[in-house]
């Protein structure tokens, strides 16, 4: 009887969880659709401010008998780099910021081969506690702008770090986040924030829209776009890596309340032979005591 209760505690228990993982699912997949609605929003405005900040800056490169000369475009071999990572404040979402912290890794380790120094700006409790764990110092560290990502603290972030790049105390700032693809899908995401990633432009194309600059305004104005340009980077990206956030966790409660199905069958199983041999003990027993007395 012993054997059954314990059988029988263990489904009660494992029920439960089914429980809670099935409703962790649904809260992730309600919120899902919230943040991959702000996200398609979002990608139209970033992708416009591209568009934008690549017309302006091509103008400027043919206008100009030495190019586009900005601190902001300038590549050099960088000595000094910040790399710029975002995770979740939050587990149970599978390998989501596994995958993140194993690319930062590599992408630190690649740049110590080349005898540059690396300095770590993270984003999401989780990545902290590793490299806090890990004994890494931690350059910058913000805890809850990745659950709740806001225009204003994310602009505030990439302005320390777009100053300490414009001071020379870094020479490139690279961002790493876990991005989304669709429901069932994240893939990690690197992009190179300062110098501005010109790969991504077309200078050599120079748009024939109505704008029209006055020469001594251009460096302002493309100052004020590049600076807009990161601070939409870097919303755009905490909101991406939400998004993916809530599919992977999704996906994790998904296969634990599978599991959980799964192992209360096996349960039942063993619990139904369990009792099944129970009774089949107290039936010989009462056979045999009635023999006995024959």
Request: overall charge neutral; charged content about 30%; glycine content about 4%.
């Amino acid at each position: 009887m012993a054997n059954l209760k314990e059988l029988k505690r263990k489904i009660g228990s494992v029920k439960n969880t089914q429980k809670t993982t099935k409703a962790m699912k649904l809260v992730s997949s309600a919120k899902l659709r919230r943040t991959e609605e702000l996200a398609k929003r979002s990608r139209v405005y970033a992708s416009k401010l591209t568009q934008l900040l690549n017309e302006i800056a091509a103008k400027m490169k043919h206008m100009r008998a030495e190019g586009l000369d900005n601190v902001y475009f300038r590549e050099t071999e960088p000595k000094q780099v910040d790399i710029v990572f975002i995770t979740a404040d939050k587990g149970l979402c599978g390998g989501f910021n596994a995958q993140t912290i194993k690319r930062v890794n590599a992408l630190i380790e690649s740049y110590r081969k080349q005898d540059v120094k690396v300095r770590l700006r993270a984003i999401g409790r989780k990545g902290i506690d590793y490299y806090r764990f890990n004994g890494m110092e931690l350059s910058d560290e913000i805890v809850g702008l990745s659950s709740a990502p806001t225009y204003q603290e994310a602009a505030e972030f990439i302005a320390e770090v777009t100053d300490a790049y414009l001071k020379g105390h870094s020479d490139r700032v690279i961002m790493v986040h876990n991005g989304y693809v669709n429901m069932i899908t994240q893939e990690i995401r690197e992009d190179q924030l300062l110098p501005v990633d010109t790969s991504k432009l077309d200078l050599d194309q120079v748009s024939l829209s109505d704008l029209e600059m006055e020469p001594e305004d251009d460096d302002t104005l493309l100052e004020a776009l590049v600076k807009r340009y990161l601070e939409y980077s870097i919303y755009y990206a905490l909101i991406d890596s939400l998004a993916a956030e809530h599919s992977a966790r999704m996906q994790a409660m998904d296969a634990a309340t599978n599991n959980a199905k799964e192992m209360v069958k096996n349960l039942t199983i063993k619990y139904n032979k369990a009792r099944q041999e129970a009774i089949t003990t107290e039936l010989i027993e009462i056979i045999s005591g009635m023999e006995a007395l024959k």
